[in-house]
Structures are given as structure tokens and as C-alpha cells.
């Protein structure tokens, strides 16, 4: 007879099984890689991985330009005033709103319920999926909390009061996109989450939180989750999830290229992949830009692949004063530029984020949501139709399609 050891209590019984689930997921992906992909698939040499000229034509590699460029950086800047009001504008500016767990534990049946959690984290959700994307609830984005960029503003929750997760999708590697503090809360506390991650990244996660279930994904790669009951251990709250309709239909995971670039240290540049994310099921598609400059072609591309797209998570901070917009500009979009991004996906409905709560660079704080304003009105779109949320703020959008001609564009606010 066998015996049970400490080993195979439930909690460790569900961990087991989900990092068999992510193996069998990731053996599954890789073999259909010998498959022709619909979009360019990522360049790797010696080791690093390097934009494709051809395919990104407009980028420019001051990364790679050392501390010369740096310093021509930081020397443009002197001087500049500080991008952060006083406090008490800054409470009135950007308020922070606490979601509603009992709205984030039962979103609606027939609409998308998104969250923003400030910067580029979101929390969205839809027939009965709910996917968490660069989550970042720490106090720093740093190595350290001791020091490095500290929020402005508080985060809305943090890993304890999220809704059961499905999945978490990670753009990169820099430390506003991938936070060690969230990533060990969240998976301490919801043990059956899937980490979807661009290629080279599985590698943090096995010597920082080894007991996450991780998949990566290059540029190109297409993954299909089927519905599954919650895993031994999972605890009732899991089990009495948002699928009280009954079965979920199925969520198909892409991998997009963006144009960007990953380092944590001195040492790693350009050993990750970077990447942004679609999860899609048939009645509703969902972009995910994480952070990424300017690449119409690119998007041109994702949107006859895989568009039109319903909603959109689309990059309008981190721009850079007028003195560093040469240097950012590469990698970060201008909400004009977010706007033109909008348009080339073909976004039926898109959310501002990468904005308002860490000060990585120069321009003022609320310069992102003013901009984009002027920039939808310039091109004359409804401003309804790509908007910037409050921290914590919880909107539904009638976005799940019914027919081929339903448009769907209605958002509410849902935080009470």
C-alpha cells in the first residue's frame, strides 16, 4: 500500500500538476513551431536577441550607444522641472479607486470587464477567463525596495484581493513589467496560475519562484487553453469561479512582436525576448501592448492576422520631456503614436496605460490622457472609443460579439 508523505498534501498535489500542465503546454508549443507562423518570428544572435531592421524600420539603437548616450541623456535633462505636482494636485488628479471584490469575483456574463491597476498592469476579463497582465503591486520598480523608482501613487490592491487568475501574460523584463513581489504573492497565493512569457524568461522565474507553472511563448507562437476544472488544493473559491454559465469556450494565446528591448543587470541586454500579448476567444479579441514604440507596420501585420480587435491595452506614457523625446522615442510611444497604433489594429475599443504611477521619465504626469485627448480629436474619433482610466478603476464594455455587424462600444463604470 502506499503511503502519503508530506510531499503529496493538496497544495503540493496542485502545484505538481500545474507545472505538468505547463511542460505538457510547452512540449505542445514547440512542436508547432515547425508550422509557418502568420507573424514574423523573433531574431536571435550569439546569444541576444536584435531588432530586425526590415521589419522595424524606424527603430534606433541608442541602447547600444553605452554611456556616451547616457550621458547625453541625462545631460539634456538638467534642470527640467519635476513631472509630479504637489501632493494635494496629485490626490485631486489621480485618484486612486479600490475595485470592488465582490464586482472583480463575478464579472458580467455577456461583456468584458477591464481593471487598470495602474501603469501597464490590467486585469481583464471575459467569458469567464480573467487574464492579469504585467502585474506590478510593489512599492518600487527596482531590484531592491530600498531604492529606485518609487509609485506616485499607491497600487489599488495587491495580490491577496485578485480574483482567480488564469492566466498572467509578462511583456518583459524590465523591472515595471516584471516585479518579483507580485509574481511570489500572486503564485503563493493562487498556485494554478499559468505565466505566459516571451522566450528566455522561463529561466528568473526557475531561480526566483520555481514553484510558478511557466510557458514561453516566441513571437508567432499560438496556444489554445481548453476549459479545466480547478486543480486538487485550488479551494472552493476557485471552484465557485465566474463559470456559473456553464463551460468556457476555449482561450487562444498569441505572442505579437513589439519593439522594444529587456535588461535587469549589466550583463543580460537582450537575453529575453520582449513581446506583446492577444488572448482571444471566438466572440471577443483582446491586445495587449505592454510597452513598445512606434511600429506601424508591425501593427499593420498583428491586425491582418488577427484583427479586427476588440479591446486594446495600448502604451501612452513614458514618452519623455521634449530634451529626451530622441532618446525614448524608439521604445515608447507618444499617445499620437498610440492613437496612430489604435487605428492600425483596427481596436474597436482601446485603454491608455504605461502612465501615472512610476516617474520613469520626463514629460508632466498627466501629459499621457491630455495628449491622447488631442490626438483622437485631431484625427476625429470618438473619445469614447480609447480612454484612460483612474487607478483601480473596474469598466465593462459591450464588446462580445453576437453577430458579425454588433459593434458594442458602450463602457460603464463597475466599481460599486
Not at 530586425?52 to 553605452?66: A, K, M, Q, R, S
Not at 539634456?76 to 490626490?91: D, H, I, N, T
Not at 469598466?395 to 453577430?403: A, G, N
Request: proline share 10%; with cysteine.
Amino acid at each position: 500500500m502506499l503511503q502519503c508523505c508530506p510531499c503529496c498534501s493538496p497544495a503540493h498535489s496542485s502545484e505538481s500538476m500545474m507545472l505538468a500542465r505547463a511542460e505538457a503546454l510547452q512540449a505542445a508549443l514547440v512542436a508547432g513551431r515547425s508550422a509557418p507562423a502568420k507573424l514574423p518570428r523573433s531574431t536571435k544572435v550569439k546569444g541576444r536577441f536584435v531588432i530586425d531592421p526590415e521589419l522595424f524600420p524606424d527603430w534606433v539603437d541608442h541602447i547600444g550607444g553605452g554611456l556616451s548616450t547616457l550621458f547625453k541623456w541625462r545631460r539634456g535633462m538638467r534642470g527640467y522641472p519635476s513631472p509630479v505636482p504637489p501632493q494635494a494636485e496629485l490626490e485631486r488628479l489621480l485618484p486612486v479607486l479600490t475595485p470592488s471584490p465582490t464586482v472583480l469575483a463575478t464579472p458580467p456574463t455577456e461583456r468584458c470587464q477591464a481593471t487598470w491597476l495602474g501603469h501597464a498592469s490590467m486585469l481583464t476579463q471575459w467569458e469567464g477567463w480573467t487574464v492579469l497582465a504585467d502585474p506590478i503591486f510593489s512599492e518600487r520598480c527596482s531590484a531592491v525596495q530600498w531604492a529606485g523608482p518609487k509609485r506616485v501613487r499607491p497600487a489599488p490592491l495587491q495580490a491577496a484581493a485578485l480574483p482567480r487568475i488564469d492566466v498572467v501574460v509578462i511583456s518583459h523584463s524590465h523591472f515595471d513589467h516584471l516585479d518579483y513581489g507580485t509574481v511570489r504573492d500572486i503564485t503563493a497565493a493562487q498556485p494554478e496560475v499559468l505565466y505566459a512569457v516571451p522566450l528566455g524568461m522561463k529561466a528568473w522565474f526557475t531561480q526566483y519562484c520555481p514553484a510558478a507553472a511557466v510557458v514561453e511563448f516566441d513571437w508567432g507562437d499560438e496556444l489554445t487553453l481548453d476549459d479545466a476544472a480547478p486543480p486538487a488544493g485550488a479551494g472552493a473559491e476557485a471552484a465557485n469561479d465566474a463559470r456559473v454559465g456553464g463551460p468556457r469556450p476555449p482561450l487562444e494565446l498569441v505572442c505579437v512582436p513589439c519593439q522594444h528591448w529587456c535588461r535587469r543587470t549589466l550583463t543580460d541586454t537582450n537575453t529575453v525576448l520582449w513581446a506583446s500579448w492577444i488572448a482571444r476567444t471566438p466572440r471577443m479579441s483582446y491586445y495587449f501592448g505592454g510597452d513598445t514604440g512606434y511600429c506601424g507596420g508591425v501593427f499593420r501585420k498583428i491586425a491582418k492576422a488577427y484583427g479586427p480587435l476588440d479591446l486594446s491595452a495600448i502604451p501612452i506614457g513614458a514618452e519623455g520631456a521634449p530634451p529626451e523625446r530622441w532618446f525614448h522615442e524608439p521604445n515608447h510611444m507618444a499617445p499620437d503614436e498610440a492613437v496612430a497604433c489604435h487605428v492600425d489594429l483596427q481596436s474597436r475599443q482601446s485603454i491608455g496605460i504605461h502612465w501615472g504611477t512610476f516617474t520613469l521619465t520626463g514629460e508632466p504626469i498627466m501629459d499621457p490622457p491630455r495628449k491622447l485627448a488631442e490626438a483622437l480629436a485631431e484625427r476625429e474619433l470618438p473619445g469614447a472609443s480609447f480612454v484612460a482610466m483612474q487607478h483601480g478603476e473596474v469598466r465593462e464594455f459591450d464588446l462580445l460579439r453576437r453577430t458579425p455587424e454588433s459593434e458594442g462600444d458602450i463602457s460603464r463604470t463597475t466599481n460599486v
